[in-house]
């Protein structure tokens, strides 16, 4: 079966340091890739997608995320973080052979110190 | 326009006991969806609605039933509570169930049974 995986479950960082959360997934066909972030009490809110054309995807907040098809990840990126940017942060996978449902990673806590 | 609305936002329950989680989209959206999120397991697709009129099992459909009482509301039903149950609940839409649609997500209910 097809699966998602965050290697990282608690990250902390200072204010201003770089940031990179890695996502992997286990698929050899076409994918689409999502990453949605949660503010504490909050929903989730989508982050950045990518579907098909230049691998490296810029979103909203300053986060990137390149999809590296060989392999199989989707990491994700922010130069500098900010006390804000803390939230749990998910990536997400639709498969191609799985009509419309997304596949989610167990999620990333971030914590930024001020 | 408020997207995506669930009710109740919080919610105790006793083992046994029944109850219905409500979800509403105002974005004309075909398809939606609930999940359930659990720490460290992110979220599991519980069951879908690809179209007004259809509904189909997720990942993790067991206890639960659904509803997609018209094209607007999608509702989740416990029919008898257990402690695995508790969790938070996801409701979600997205345009259709082709691929390059974004899925909107509405804020969370917690749900415990004790």
């Known amino acids: ?114 | 326009n408020a997207g995506v609305t669930q009710t109740p936002k919080f919610q105790v329950l006793k083992t046994g006991q029944s109850m219905t989680l409500q979800c509403a989209q105002d974005m004309n959206h075909n398809s939606m969806y609930w999940y359930r999120q659990d720490p460290g397991m992110g979220l599991r697709l519980i069951y879908y609605s690809a179209s007004e009129g259809t509904t189909d099992k997720g990942e993790v459909p067991n206890g639960y039933n659904v509803s997609r009482l018209n094209k607007r509301e999608f509702s989740l039903r416990l029919e008898s509570a257990a402690p695995s149950q508790t969790s938070v609940y996801f409701c979600a839409s997205s345009v259709g169930a082709n691929s390059g649609n974004t899925i909107y997500f509405g804020e969370g209910s917690w749900l415990t049974v004790v």
């Open chain 1, 1 to 114: 079966a097809q699966s998602v995986s965050q290697h990282n479950h608690h990250v902390i960082l200072s204010e201003a340091a770089s940031l990179e959360l890695g996502c992997n997934y286990s698929y050899g066909g076409t994918v689409n890739l999502f990453w949605y972030v949660q503010y504490p009490g909050q929903h989730l809110q989508l982050l950045l997608k990518y579907f098909s054309g230049d691998p490296l995807v810029k979103g909203i907040k300053g986060f990137e995320a390149e999809f590296i098809k060989s392999k199989f990840s989707f990491n994700l990126r922010k130069p500098s973080v900010q006390w804000s940017d803390t939230a749990e942060y998910f990536c997400a996978v639709r498969f191609n052979n799985a009509g419309n449902m997304l596949t989610f990673g167990g999620g990333t806590r971030l914590m930024v110190k001020p």
